[in-house]
């Protein structure tokens, strides 16, 4: 019997696993692919996400996990218009699978069990535990008192304990090699509706030029990926030599309002599989803090479910309002957020 089962190994779990570890609870983290797993991502960490790892990792993240250029000096955002407002902000440049799997190094270091290759696949909650039906070359079961799912966007486990199919957006994105005239310091979000249904972005990592597009109907990403290109050729010099790599990758669409599943009995959700990200998919700062949250509720209500979920409520109030706010700002800028408007 395990104190705590967690499910994935991103930032939400890895976090949320060395929370509990910390506290010499006898943990268990499940990861469906093998580490180190590639992830989809833009890899901006912001500043917030590099003051969080400091706070509850107790280190600074290791330049192995970066790329170049490692220093992200903040997000240039486009409106509807074509305006551009810059947002300074010092971050970092990583690579999704050096840095989470770092992260669940030092969760392990803490002394979390470790289980890669495993998929999750049912829960079956009792009173006093829960049951977790687990795949990797066989299927098992392991029993905990709790289950904290940090799945991320598949939100298998989630899906069949609500009952709910989530909404998603696509993502598309191309790596190139090439050239272009921006400052390659930046992550920079078009939020003109002829780019995209959602928003287009630019990024760099290790010399590759990183283009993508966000859609709600999958048939429209030639459309609008084309849409970007040009549109980056004209106003920004884009010349692509060579296209090293495509890839397609969803993200949970965040609704006005922007609901939040917590979780029922024993099964606590966290992170992207809770509905906990901000716009332009920066996800990683509220994968960490609502793990590290979720964690800390389960340790000190330990005997009572109830009031994990109470406090786990509590402890994210002001992470859910930082969310609503940034969303109500995105509306202010484009029309394509404007249901966001009612985020507050
Ligand atoms: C294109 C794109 C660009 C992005 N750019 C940024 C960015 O620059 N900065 C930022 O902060 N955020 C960014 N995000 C968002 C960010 O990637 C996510 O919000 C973040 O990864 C969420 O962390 P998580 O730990 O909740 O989930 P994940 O990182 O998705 O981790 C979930 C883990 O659970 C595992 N898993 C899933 N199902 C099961 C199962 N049934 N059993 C066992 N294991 C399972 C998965 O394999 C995975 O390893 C981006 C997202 C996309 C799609």
Redesign the pocket.
């Known amino acids: 019997m395990y104190d705590v089962i967690v499910?994935?190994?991103?930032?939400?779990?890895a976090t949320a696993a060395k929370a509990l570890a910390d506290s010499g609870s006898k943990v268990l983290i499940?990861?469906?692919?093998k580490l180190p797993?590639y992830?989809?991502?833009?890899?901006?960490?912001?500043k917030k996400?590099m003051d969080l790892v400091q706070q509850y990792f107790g280190k600074a993240v290791p330049a192995s996990a970066m790329c170049t250029p490692t220093d992200n000096h903040g997000m240039i955002l486009t409106d509807d218009n074509g305006k551009a407002y810059t947002f300074e902000q010092g971050g970092l440049n990583v690579w999704?699978s050096s840095f989470?799997n770092w992260l669940a190094e030092n969760a392990v270091g803490a002394g979390a069990e470790l289980r890669d290759c495993?998929?999750?696949?049912s829960c079956e909650q009792s009173t006093d535990y829960i049951t977790l039906r687990l795949h990797s070359d066989r299927t098992y079961t392991e029993q905990a008192r709790y289950v904290i799912d940090?799945?991320?966007?598949?939100s298998?486990?989630k899906r069949k304990a609500l009952g709910t199919s989530p909404e998603f957006i696509t993502?598309f994105?191309t790596f190139n090699e090439g050239k272009i005239d921006l400052d390659l310091h930046y992550?920079y979000a078009y939020l003109q509706p002829e780019l995209s249904e959602y928003d287009a972005w630019f990024n760099v990592k290790d010399e590759m030029l990183v283009l993508?597009v966000a859609v709600r109907d999958t048939s429209r990403i030639p459309h609008y990926y084309d849409n970007f290109i040009r549109y980056m050729k004209e106003n920004h010099g884009l010349a692509i030599t060579k296209t090293m790599k495509q890839e397609r990758?969803?993200?949970p669409r965040i609704r006005s309002g922007c609901n939040i599943d917590y979780g029922m009995g024993r099964l606590f959700f966290?992170?992207?599989?809770a509905g906990f990200?901000n716009p332009m998919?920066?996800?990683?700062?509220?994968?960490i803090e609502s793990?590290h949250s979720v964690a800390l509720s389960v340790i000190e209500h330990f005997e009572a479910p109830a009031s994990v979920l109470d406090d786990y409520k509590k402890r994210t109030e002001m992470l859910k309002v930082y969310m609503q706010r940034q969303w109500h700002f995105v509306a202010g800028m484009s029309k394509t957020f404007g249901e966001m408007r009612a985020a507050l």
């Open positions: 499910i994935g190994a991103g930032p939400t779990g499940v990861e469906r692919m797993r992830k989809s991502c833009s890899g901006v960490l912001i996400s999704r989470d495993t998929s999750a696949i940090c799945e991320g966007v598949m298998v486990i993502t994105q992550f993508g990758w969803l993200m966290a992170g992207e599989v990200l998919g920066e996800g990683i700062s509220a994968g793990g």
